[in-house]
């Protein structure tokens, strides 16, 4: 595409103050579905936003080891968030398509885990050294079936660009589409991992390991990181559409962007009715659950690679 | 498949509806023999003080503040709502009411406070008070509690000290 | 300038108006016998569901606005408890739970028991109970954050001094066997 360049900047802005302003929504949605499920009344929709607004008023403790590390931590884990909002077409084109290609996308969401894992260095205690150490096993068997979701829709694209391989492209093959739907189902059942929710939310465990590595902060650094969650919820369930749920693309600008926020709501209610009926997976059989998903994984990329 | 199962769960658990009872615009009847705060009727105390002697926590503090004058203070603290007072006591003048709701930011709030005239024997017209401080210290029905400072006094010790009841433990905390 | 600190002043208003409708507690037990624990389980639970208002149950002080205090303070976790205390950003508040956190309770005068919670940290808001009910601690937290008025308050009866017939050995006549009273009406 020729667009010019600030266009391309705008739009990237535009999906970023998108993602902003309907991320503590979201979450405002997830909280008010669990506790219906739950059979109670439940906090009011705009209840994050009044938490993130108490959150910044709060006195900021520099604490633990490495305080600069804990400001940088912070800052790093929104920026990465934010930035793949600026690659990953949300409803129309991808806004800075030319400023990298899908494996800049795959590095991004693994930079996202590393922020997490300097934030429990930075604090240094025991509970917060147990909690990047799971993030860390985690991330070990869970980016690769993420990486082999994109190479798919890349082999089948034919090309890196981030417009042609991350707009369903995994179902483009003649007959069939195996490895799509292989990995349509790997997908779903590991993406309760990816934006940290039940049953697989090891490194937040609030019971377990006093939330882990975000122990030690407070006030404006806990709003800050609260907000890279929630956002990062928004972001992956962008990308599965994406990538996945790609029917009704082509419709005009209006109606086919407000389609796939629509779609994306829905991901949000899935991982919402997952998350509320489900209990919280020990580390070792998340593991051995997610080693299970690779190898399937695996088999749906040596598909693709033979053209099914 | 375990997941069917759980989203068949979570749809039965929606069919339950809300069960929240909305607290503070609407409340639940307590059920009966419910032991709130207890109300001290002061029409019908006598000034016995066996609630004071009864109460398992010590808090309810009596003193003669002077030949008639005897008073009795509740302080709300560390009550148990046992309902041991309730029932000691012979003129039932302490009910123990269904009230709650008794949360407050300042903790002197809870307290009641009766101030009697004790009447002197219609006999031989001497009140229930020796003349003299010592013998007053031997006598049975003397109390002097601190009411002001609120501290209970052991009558066992018949020393009229400025110790505190409970000790003041020193602790060094960095 | 001058707009920039304007917005900064209005920014503020907001967060501090914020902290009523959104309450992080942390919970601290500090040596009870936990039947004011199991009771502020229960306010966590669907009937009484404290989350409408906001509240939320955190692991981490630091995370907290509002430390939960039961049992009384103890001379084996009096360091914690004000450790803990000391974790919390402010703005901050302590609200004490129980009979045993409010004033010593029925162990007060214990070997290892020091006092109430307030012997140790400052508290703000008192909610007694041997265990409170569950809707005695909502209670409670509605009145901190203005939801309905406090219903406790100090009560004291002076017994009018009226003049009654008082009888006193002054107005005794006579000797022995023959003791008659002549009333003499003084007050």
């Known amino acids: ?308 | 498949m375990s997941v069917l199962s759980k989203l068949k769960e979570a749809v039965i658990c929606l069919k339950a509806g809300r069960v929240t009872l909305p607290y503070p615009s609407e409340s639940r009847p307590v059920p009966a023999r419910f032991r709130g705060r207890p109300l001290f009727d002061p029409a019908k105390c006598i000034g016995c003080a066996g609630c004071a002697n009864n109460c398992p926590a010590r808090e309810i503090l009596v003193e003669d503040l002077c030949q008639e004058i005897r008073i009795i203070r509740y302080l709300g603290r560390r009550c148990t709502y046992c309902g041991r007072c309730a029932d000691v006591c012979p003129e039932k003048a302490i009910t123990m009411s269904p009230e709650f709701e008794n949360a407050t930011n300042h903790i002197g709030d809870i307290q009641q406070r009766i101030e009697l005239f004790m009447s002197t024997c219609q006999r031989c017209g001497r009140c229930f008070k020796e003349p003299g401080f010592l013998d007053q210290l031997k006598a049975k029905g003397y109390r002097f509690d601190d009411v002001q400072h609120e501290r209970w006094i052991l009558r066992s010790q018949a020393y009229l000290a400025t110790e505190p009841t409970v000790d003041d433990i020193k602790i060094d905390l960095d | 300038m001058t707009s920039k600190s304007i917005s900064i002043e209005m920014l503020k208003n907001l967060c501090q108006k914020m902290f009523g409708r959104s309450l992080w507690v942390y919970h601290a037990n500090s040596g009870g016998c936990n039947g004011c624990d199991i009771e502020v389980l229960n306010v966590l639970t669907p009937f009484y569901d404290a989350e409408r208002f906001g509240i939320k149950l955190v692991g981490s002080p630091r995370h907290a606005d509002v430390m939960l205090c039961q049992g009384p303070a103890m001379r084996a976790t009096a360091k914690a408890l004000q450790r803990a205390y000391e974790a919390m950003p402010a703005p901050k508040l302590v609200f004490a739970i129980g009979s045993c956190a409010c004033g010593g309770g029925i162990w007060h005068d214990t070997y290892s028991v020091l006092g109430p919670v307030e012997k140790l940290l400052p508290v703000n808001f008192y909610i007694p109970g041997c265990p409170p009910r569950p809707e005695a601690i909502i209670y409670g937290v509605a009145v901190a954050v203005g939801l309905v008025d406090k219903k406790a308050a100090p009560v004291q009866f002076k017994q009018i001094e009226l003049p009654i017939p008082r009888y006193h050995p002054n107005d005794l006549r006579g000797r022995d066997e023959l003791v008659v009273y002549e009333k003499v009406d003084r007050v």
């Open chain 1, 1 to 308: 595409m020729n667009t010019p360049f600030l266009l391309q900047v705008l739009c990237g802005l535009g999906n970023a103050v998108l993602i902003l302003a309907l991320a503590p929504f979201c979450e405002g949605l997830l909280r008010k579905l669990t506790a219906r499920i739950q059979s109670r009344q439940g906090p009011p929709l705009r209840q994050p936003y009044y938490d993130l607004l108490k959150l910044l008023g709060k006195e900021d403790l520099e604490s633990g080891e490495v305080p600069g590390m804990q400001r940088f931590a912070v800052f790093l884990s929104l920026a990465v968030i934010l930035s793949l909002a600026f690659l990953i077409p949300m409803g129309f084109f991808a806004p800075l398509s030319g400023a990298g290609d899908v494996l800049l996308v795959v590095y991004l969401m693994a930079l996202s885990g590393i922020c997490t894992l300097l934030a429990g260095l930075a604090a240094g205690s025991t509970y917060s050294v147990l909690g990047i150490s799971r993030e860390m096993m985690t991330m070990i068997a869970l980016e690769p079936i993420l990486a082999i979701a994109i190479v798919v829709g890349a082999i089948h694209a034919g090309s890196f660009n981030l417009d042609a391989a991350l707009s369903g492209s995994v179902y483009r093959t003649q007959g069939i589409p195996w490895s799509g739907l292989i990995l349509l189902g790997v997908l779903l059942l590991s993406f309760q991992a990816f934006v940290q929710r039940v049953p697989f939310d090891i490194t937040e465990a609030e019971t377990e390991i006093m939330e882990g590595p975000l122990m030690e902060y407070s006030g404006p650094k806990l709003a800050l990181f609260k907000y890279a969650q929630m956002s990062k919820l928004l972001v992956y369930s962008a990308l599965f559409v994406s990538l996945f749920v790609p029917w009704g693309n082509r419709l005009p600008f209006p109606l086919g962007w407000a389609w796939f926020w629509f779609k994306v709501l829905g991901i949000v209610g899935l991982v919402t009715v997952i998350a509320a009926t489900h209990a919280r997976y020990r580390i070792d059989q998340a593991i051995r659950f997610f080693a299970g998903l690779l190898a399937v994984a695996l088999m749906a990329l040596i598909l693709a690679s033979y053209g099914y």
